[in-house]
């Protein structure tokens, strides 16, 4: 029989065969999406659902274009009835209504082609050139060229997309982004002496950041640069070309200043639109801001208990529900997400003339995307992994769009919670064998840290694997505490100046709280297991707090926090000229002779996110102290390991560990048992 970690392997998270990167054509009348023929094929193709007929046509197959392949079809671009696609380094598009699929003759690598609106050209990267082509296949042209190295154009550095055309398709906005000065970071595989280290460009806490510009490009040859103050401004955050015009987001590097611009089209001055300013740092809220067909401002608010939505200034929904992200803005009608509840996400619309309406129903994750008056609704809940898609029509029945992706073969016994009085959310899972009274050793499995929960009611492979510890014999705690989203800023900003401490008391006050109504967890046989910020949280606790942690797995943490990534660590802890104390109280490898628990580290050489050096720095702390510890370091791996062929090794492999430190009560002097165990790497 198949297990769960091998399964997650071979379904890649439960990924594989879910309908994603929705797109609505022919005026909101077929939804375009990506898929796998069934829950174990790595190959998306590319499908039309005609929603007149309810029926699926294969529009492009990876198999088909260049012989065999490993990797489907990624991310695709509309205008008009024409859909356009990198794949194999060429440029291919398609008709929505039918016909072959076409390689156009441009060469190569094409990165993020996309058809201008009316399907008549499309816009592509290659090596840092932004080009044009007809959709014909002629009159390939480059539009931007970068003059020097380390420059590129067309490409995001801190945006989902690195250009934009006008509604018009004469011009296109360009970002520009001059990577110099930022620092050249190396990966490498040991196992492959043969081969060179890895080289990219990482913008670390307290330096450089890539120089990011904007330029208005026209196909006749006309060009404008976008001005604004980029000194007090270093962060483009979003852009957009609509009916009202270009428009920029940028962000001051403190991050506590936010700026909505509006560019003229033909000179590139900007005007300031909307500002918003914050003591700690300024959410940038995704799809926002944006404006309504009439001009209104559409932003939102952040009041102490809750994050609103404003039209023009004005707070639009009520306090209590937080806003999530705003998907859509059509007219003076606007469709976002939020939540009343922290483990719940629902679609909601508000239009001025009847209000706040909310359009989701039943427990889950809810989520859309809408043109033309359809919206394809997305609904993840606690049923099946992959979520429900439907596709809704005012007036017309609603069509639903298949999921493939494999059942899961175990089934989640899990208990929501909400504990203390923070009314911490939180999930209890426990072996389908238990029988009550018999005592179990208890394994937190947080994230725990802002920008991702984990206590939601939509079912993931997180959940599985949870489930997956709890039915070799644990009983598992997941909860989400200070930072974490859905509760309100205050209490997302509760981590400025602090991302573990305060994190971490609420995850063993949701251990005594859930003991204390769940008498067979064993607070004397306790470990905590966690990957990237959880991994940081975990290593924290032992490190922190040994009197109530007893194991700890680490995976791909940060134990430096000058060691990640400039942007989302100093937005916590501000730049470290001016807090060094900040970072030096969370480093890890400082407190690295402190550790008197069991400890295993885990962290994949070709992590570009959080560099392996975290790992290796701390092993080489622990090492110097005599500390007693294990390492395993996964050669080619990044930093998400599950999902890859390292699936079910790692899961194993931290199982066997919380198994051996937890099968009977630990004591004091744990670290001495520890060292004596023969099987130990890296004393």
Request: hydrophobic fraction near 40%; charge should be negative.
């Amino acid at each position: 029989m198949t297990s769960l970690p091998e399964q997650l392997a071979r379904t890649r998270r439960f990924t594989l065969g879910a309908p994603d990167r929705f797109a609505l054509a022919r005026g909101g009348a077929a939804v375009l999406f990506v898929r796998g023929r069934d829950g174990e094929d790595p190959l998306d193709c590319l499908w039309a659902l005609d929603l007149d007929s309810g029926t699926e046509r294969l529009l492009a197959d990876p198999a088909e274009l260049s012989g065999p392949t490993s990797v489907g079809i990624g991310a695709f671009a509309t205008g008009g009835s024409l859909v356009a696609f990198a794949h194999g380094g060429s440029l291919w598009t398609v008709d929505v209504g039918g016909g072959p699929v076409r390689r156009l003759p441009v060469e190569g690598p094409v990165t993020d082609p996309r058809p201008d609106p009316s399907g008549t050209r499309v816009a592509y990267v290659r090596d840092g050139a932004l080009r044009v082509v007809e959709a014909d296949g002629t009159g390939d042209r480059a539009i931007l060229v970068p003059g020097s190295p380390g420059v590129a154009f067309g490409v995001g550095e801190h945006t989902d997309d690195g250009y934009w055309w006008s509604p018009d398709g004469s011009r296109l906005l360009v970002t520009r982004v001059d990577a110099g000065e930022v620092a050249l970071w190396h990966t490498t595989d040991p196992t492959r002496p043969d081969l060179p280290a890895r080289a990219f460009r990482y913008a670390a806490v307290g330096q450089a950041n890539a120089d990011v510009a904007l330029w208005i490009a026209g196909l006749d040859g006309t060009r404008a640069e976008v001005q604004w103050d980029r000194g007090a401004f270093e962060y483009l955050v979003d852009a957009s070309w609509t009916t009202h015009g270009p428009s920029a987001l940028v962000q001051s590097r403190d991050q506590q200043t936010v700026r909505f611009l509006g560019i003229d089209a033909v000179s590139g001055a900007t005007t300031v639109r909307h500002e918003q300013r914050d003591a700690c740092w300024v959410q940038v809220v995704p799809g926002l801001p944006a404006r309504t067909g009439a001009g209104a401002v559409v932003a939102h608010a952040d009041e102490p208990g809750t994050r609103r939505l404003t039209v023009d200034g004005v707070a639009v929904t009520p306090p209590g529900l937080q806003l999530r992200a705003v998907l859509d803005v059509d007219g003076d009608d606007v469709l976002f997400t939020a939540s009343d509840e922290p483990t719940e996400t629902h679609l909601w619309r508000w239009r001025a003339a009847d209000g706040l309406r909310r359009l989701s129903s039943g427990p889950g994750v809810h989520s859309g995307v809408r043109r033309s008056g359809t919206l394809v609704q997305v609904a993840h809940g606690p049923e099946s992994p992959g979520g429900r898609v439907t596709v809704v029509r005012e007036g017309k029945p609603p069509v639903p769009l298949a999921s493939l992706v494999a059942r899961p073969v175990l089934d989640v016994h899990a208990t929501q919670l909400v504990l203390g009085p923070r009314e911490l959310r939180a999930a209890l899972y426990l072996p389908s064998w238990h029988r009550s009274g018999d005592r179990l050793p208890v394994l937190l499995d947080p994230y725990g840290g802002a920008a991702r929960q984990r206590v939601t009611t939509e079912l993931d492979w997180r959940s599985l694997v949870a489930q997956w510890f709890a039915e070799q014999g644990f009983a598992v705690l997941v909860a989400d505490g200070a930072g974490t989203p859905g509760r309100g800023p205050a209490w997302e900003r509760e981590v400025r100046g602090d991302l573990l401490g305060p994190v971490l008391d609420d995850q063993v006050t949701a251990l005594h709280e859930a003991a204390r109504r769940y008498p067979e967890l064993d607070l004397d046989r306790v470990g905590i297991r966690g990957w990237s910020f959880g991994g940081s949280l975990a290593m924290f606790a032992v490190l922190r707090r040994p009197d109530v942690f007893h194991a700890a797995v680490a995976g791909a943490g940060v134990t430096d926090q000058r060691l990640y990534n400039a942007r989302w660590r100093e937005r916590f802890l501000g730049h470290p000229a001016g807090f060094p104390d900040r970072y030096d109280a969370l480093s890890l490898v400082s407190a690295a002779p402190s550790l008197t628990r069991p400890l295993l580290l885990m962290h994949g050489l070709a992590d570009d996110n959080v560099h392996p050096a975290n790992t290796v720095r701390l092993s080489a702390a622990l090492l110097a102290a005599g500390r007693p510890y294990e390492v395993v370091f996964l050669p080619g791996a990044g930093h998400q390991v599950m999902g890859s062929p390292f699936t079910v090794g790692v899961l194993r492999r931290q199982l066997g560990f919380l198994q051996h430190h937890l099968a009977s009560p630990a004591r004091s002097g744990d670290i001495d048992r520890f060292a004596a165990n023969p099987h130990i790497v890296g004393r």
